[in-house]
Structures are given as structure tokens and as C-alpha cells.
């Protein structure tokens, strides 16, 4: 396996990592008491989605677009993680999973010619 596939399957799997971990954890998991789950999932979930064709058709301009995206994700686990100590686990997550996003997509598109 060469590393830009192994680059394109790390940020696959960060993205539908956080796509599948943000309706879990605020909808399942750990769902808020002070507003309906849809609020949140609605913030979190909708820049996601408009990237996904051009992921998963490989496009270059996409995976370094996505990478930007994917720092939001990260600042929001690492606001997570040190303000709700009950979900700290879910944040970690969400922090692991946007480093794998960012990282798969800058060497995606580094190494795609």
C-alpha cells in the first residue's frame, strides 16, 4: 500500500469517524438537558456533510478544504474536554479523530499528483 492511500484511508477514517461520534455522543451518549439534541447536531453535523463527495471521490481541492474544516472539530473537543469532565472521553475522541482528518488530508494531497 502506497502512502497516499494510506494518507486518503486515515482522513476517511477520521471524517466518518466524526461523522458517526457527534450523533452518538449528543444524541445517545451524554444528550444536553438544556436544548434538543437537533441544536447541536445541527452545528456539528452540517459542515460535515459537504464534503463527503468530494472525499470519497478523491478530489484534491476537497481534502485541503476538509483539512481546515477539520481544525474546527478539534477546537471544539479541546473546549469539550476541558469543560465538561463527564465527557472528557468523547472529546479525546473528537480530538483524535480531527488529528487523523487534518493530518490524512495534508499528506492526501502532498503526495497526490
Known amino acids: 500500500m502506497n502512502i497516499t492511500a494510506l ?3 486515515t482522513a476517511l ?3 466518518f469517524g466524526l461523522l458517526c461520534l457527534l450523533p452518538l455522543w449528543y444524541g445517545w451518549l451524554a444528550p444536553s438537558e438544556n436544548m ?3 441544536i447541536p ?11 463527503l463527495a468530494g472525499l470519497l471521490r478523491g ?3 476537497t481534502y485541503v478544504w476538509t483539512s481546515y474544516l477539520s481544525m474546527i472539530y478539534f ?4 473546549g469539550e474536554a476541558y469543560t465538561l ?5 468523547y472529546a479525546i475522541t473528537e480530538i483524535l479523530l480531527s488529528i487523523m482528518l487534518f493530518a490524512g488530508a495534508l499528506i492526501y494531497v502532498r503526495n497526490k499528483k
Open 7 to 9: 494518507a486518503r484511508g
Open 59 to 61: 478530489k484534491r481541492y
Open 36 to 38: 434538543p439534541a437537533y
Open 41 to 51: 447536531l445541527g452545528f456539528l453535523l452540517t459542515p460535515l456533510l459537504f464534503p
Open 13 to 15: 477514517t477520521g471524517y
Open 75 to 78: 477546537a471544539h473537543g479541546i
Open 85 to 89: 469532565p463527564d465527557e472528557r472521553w
